[in-house]
């Protein structure tokens, strides 16, 4: 059984920051795929993010293209901690934001290819 904790997330005016971070219970990050996904009220959840470590200290990422340029996503071994980091956030970024873990880099954009998934939480763009 594999715990995802989330942190973060809040309000934020248009062109802010939010940094979201996501604690797993084992080092399950040096092994497994993490990916981000959000739902929007009304919305179908969809792909943010993802990250997958490689043998050595580099790791792969891949962002959806409404977020690329503005959202990193980064890992801090120590800690077993995931983050998200959103720049110039926009209205459109308004959500529930979801981390969660899988066996499949090549599936990574498909949330049926993640086994466990954090409790959530929320991110709002508002002036």
């Known amino acids: 059984q594999v715990n995802l904790a989330q942190s973060g997330g809040g309000l934020v005016q248009p062109g802010g920051s939010l940094r979201l971070s996501c604690a797993a219970s084992?080092?399950?990050?040096?092994?497994?795929?993490l990916g981000w996904f959000r739902q929007a009220p009304g919305k179908e959840r969809e792909f943010v993010a993802a990250?997958?470590?490689?043998?050595?200290?580099?790791?792969?990422?891949h962002y959806a293209d409404s977020v690329k340029g503005r959202f990193t996503i980064s890992r801090d071994s120590a800690k077993n901690t995931v983050y998200l980091q959103m720049s110039s956030l926009k209205p459109d970024d308004t959500a529930a934001y979801y981390c969660?873990?899988?066996?499949?880099?090549?599936?990574?954009?498909?949330?049926?290819?993640?086994?466990?998934w954090g409790q959530g939480t929320q991110v709002t763009v508002s002036s």
């Open positions: 969660a873990v899988s066996r499949y880099w090549t599936r990574r954009t498909s949330q049926s290819a993640y086994d466990y």
């Open positions: 084992g080092r399950i990050f040096n092994d497994y795929t």
């Open positions: 990250f997958s470590p490689t043998d050595s200290e580099a790791y792969y990422t």
